[in-house]
């Protein structure tokens, strides 16, 4: 019997490159970050899709974490129109 592969994510797993990875890392965190600050608005999602300039089913995904339907274009568009401005960190890995 062959030894289990660990990964330090599950992003690290589901990914094919470390770049893959890369990316679905930053898309959920963002999106985390997203849904914690509609959440402090406390807008129902059809106010947060007017606010966010989306429809009302994308902020849904965003809400249920459904990294695959979105770019980090997009989200970080969503981000600037909640009035935030998105930074990135490099860091040595």
Known sequence: MSKPESYAS???A???TPGQ???LRSRAELMQKIAARL???GWTQAEAAIH???TQ???NDLLRGRVSRFSLDALVNIATALGCRVRFD???A
């Open 52 to 54: 966010c300039g989306v």
């Open 90 to 92: 490099l860091e040595a």
């Open 57 to 59: 089913p994308r902020i």
């Open 14 to 16: 589901i990914a094919d």
């Open 21 to 23: 990875a890369a990316n």
């Open 10 to 12: 599950v992003w690290d």
């Open 39 to 41: 959440k402090q608005h």
